[in-house]
């Protein structure tokens, strides 16, 4: 029996829920927290310090955290609606992808059957092949790096459905 | 007590208000000449109370009195009145605990991508 893909033939004209975008920067804030200051080192040059706690950056008004990540391809968990509105330090949330070769056997059995509640497969996605995306580590990224990234394929309105069917039992556990 | 008693006055009425405001049941007329009057009352009623003090409507404990089987009224601070549809949330409330549990297989989960 054929698989019904979960694609797109082409790109949607906007960043859309289930695209599939290249290097995004992944990252989560270190445990425990550390704390950065920013100051101008000897010769003019950039850097950061830690300090005992948050302070503000004076240029933008921010604090800022020691985080650690990674350059993965994402699928985009927002909304359409939340895409297409432009605000101010804006976020996207994506959740990062790997290739189903990375997971043990007996994992990628359980991926590929779909009864992980927090991983969703993602049957050959162009240009990766079959992978999965992790809703573990679902991660707001700056609007205007996500729309700098390369968009890889958009998901048709049956790829949605099943997202969004995976995102209901991951986040409720329950099923109609 | 439908159970959201205990949330805050900010926080469940604009969580309702911004996700499912257009089930309020209204006489035909009303719907037909204004469908989103009743949400327009209310966020009246929200405007003139965060004029007044954003900070109390935040924290302000809700307390409610049935009015009928569709809607309840709200009261915030003994001073702002504001009503809310609950046919929605009756529905949706009823239908989710009538969904089953998801059996999650016994696996060990692999490591976090970063």
Known sequence: MAVPSWWESALKSALSQGDVVQKIPFCGVTAPATFLRWLTLRGGRPGWEEVPAPVLRPSDQRKYFLAN?????????????????????????????????????????????????????????????????????????PRELVLDSERVVSMNPSGVDRLYAQLFKFTMRREP | MNGFETYSAQSWLVDCLTRHPPVVEEPKSRRSGSPTSAITRVLSSLTICAAMSVASFATAAVSAAPVNASQHRYQADQNIVVELPTAYWSRAIAEVRSWRTVEEPEVTDPPLLF
């Open chain 1, 69 to 141: 990540g990674d350059i993965l391809p994402g699928l985009v968990i927002s909304h359409d609606c939340d895409l297409d509105k432009q605000r101010a330090n804006g976020k996207v949330l994506l959740a990062p992808i790997a290739s189903i070769q990375t997971l043990e056997p007996a994992m990628r059995s359980t991926v590929l059957d779909q009864k992980h509640l927090a991983l969703l497969p993602l049957p050959l996605v162009p240009g990766l092949g079959d992978s999965y995306a992790d809703l573990r580590s679902i991660t707001p990224v």
